[in-house]
RNA sequence: GCCCCAGUAGCUCAGCGGAUAGAGCAUCUGCCUUCUAAGCAGUCGGCCACAGGUUCGAUUCCUGUCUGGGGCGCCA
């Protein structure tokens, strides 16, 4: 698809030089970049610059005189029709009717492509996400970072990048031993058996029936064995099990891995070995206080790290090191994305410091943080704890409210931004949730085009589309694109949930005010017009729930 | 004490240095014999936390203050 953007920019570069080659503007510095933008107002124009006012400084001209000069000088645009300077300095600018109607016709000829963006042009992106400790069912506070890492993904795709999502197994360490310990007591008590619970162990009920079902399958085998093989083979049984529940659990939200990569091969594999010698041989580790820590005040950062306890055994940030050289240097992607709590936020110089330590480029790896979310019920804060068992877990919510409306709500958020979850209002909030209103959208569509399953609008001229509403939603719809770019470029998937909502709202204006299906005589080339129409914004809708992970129903 | 995020309509939140600051919900008022009323139209509602600064121009950038959240472990 044509970019009207880049066509413009260059137009006003060549405008401002003409003038000035033509003594009508001063000589003088060009603007690096120019400003382009969409005004608030639909009525004033589809795009518009401010660059006259920008200018005005330099040139020591009024901005409204910079800007008739330049609107004088414009050549001729394929996208443009009619350019106009006014008030402060704005240049405003209007669609030309045959570029608008050709952008829809290029939807309907590659559906399955509207949308995408040439951005990062088949650079390869690892964007890892949840990754959250295996030690019991997601809870709801996990989804947050499901829907922000996934729509991440989608709209990364769509912007030309290749994705690959992951997800991070920490099935090694400290916890995954309490893991173990706990399963036992709780398979041991299944048997009958008066085992005790260990001190800091998984009180959560799922513990029990986890115990209860490796009765069922395997018997008493584990008791019949050492204890600490038999803690061993349970810890690892058990991760096994809630492995697979996370997985069907962020299936059940259309989120699908490509991998699943295991903490503990680091430290098996040799990467882990090799990762540390690089930062041995660059003086980054020091041994003090019976442990090893990594310097990162090296790098500037405030406090240096533990890499291995004086124990002896590694840290998490002994993995971090041994996982993030395994991303970048063996399998080499360009970029990754972590995604993470608010709540990690202090660790994040650290690990850019880490990376240049590896020798890595540390803007190769970014760390997306969103701000926690804090679950109500009955308008209470819902505290979370996997320790006591009082939790709520994602697979709940799922069943009580429906993928769709979870991953919008928790997408309409700017990741920044702090949000409450009120289990209660997504779960009431049936008919005034936007959710539905997309949906219904779309659903009008199909719904339209059922209607008209004889007649073939194939050759129906868009020429014709004249009316407010109609012009309107052809601009609302041709917008996916920019919004696609937005939202890759600073990683803020948050602004297709606006988008959405926009396009809904033109598409309700239009069934509104515009008959499509009209059988009377004479109305043939307008309901062919119109049916091209609504085919497009059917596509253009669909697109926009596919990138939000949301189904598109037909029939609601 | 130091670091990070936020403070915009009654509520939940958008707003990439530019035009009269927007949406949904809530309030109030209209609109279904015609392609789905899970819809549409209208109404009400704002010292953009506060104080300075930079700029032709600040809700947006900078500094400080206040308020809320998160962090400052040989936890992750």
Redesign the pocket.
Known sequence: MVSADAEIKAALHTALQHAQQAGELPAGELLAEI?L?????ET??DL?T?IS??L??ILRLAPIQIAETLVRHMPVLESIAELQA???G?I?MRYRAEWLTNQIEAILSAPEHFGEVSLGEGRSVQVEFVSA?PTGPLHIGAARNAVLGDTVARVLEAAGYRVEREYYV?DA???VRMFGETLYARYAQALGVDAEMPADGYMGAYMVEMGSAIVAEAGRQYLEMERSQAVADLGREGLRRVVADIESDLALMGIHYNRWFSEASLYHDGTYDTAIAILERGGYLEQH???LWFKASAFGVN?DE?VV???GTP??FASDIAYHYDKFVLRGFDRVIDVWG??????VPRMHAMLQGLGIDPQRLTIL?Y??VTLKRSGEIVRLSKRTGDIITLREVLSEVGSDAVRFFLL???A?????FDLDLAKEQ???N?V??VQ?AH??T???LR?ATDIDYSAGDLALLTEPAEQTLMRRMIRLPDVVR?AAQNL?P??LT?YA?ELA?AL??F??D????NLEPGTEAITAARLKLVAACRIALARTLVLMGMSAPE??
Do not use: T, W
């Not at 933008?37 to 107002?41: A, I, L, S, T, V």
């Open positions: 400003p933008e969409r005004p608030k107002d004033l124009g518009a401010p006012m920008q005005a400084r006014v008030r402060p704005y405003n400790n920490n360490g400290s916890r206080d019976g442990a406090k533990v306890r004086s124990d840290g998490y608010a709540d990690h936020q202090g660790h943080l701000q926690l309409a958020r700017d920044n931004s702090q949000m409450d049936s008919d005034a936007p539905f209103y219904y659903a009008r199909c719904s339209i209607h937005l803020e948050h602004h606006y909502q709202s309700h204006a069934y509104r515009c008959r499509v299906v029939v609601m």
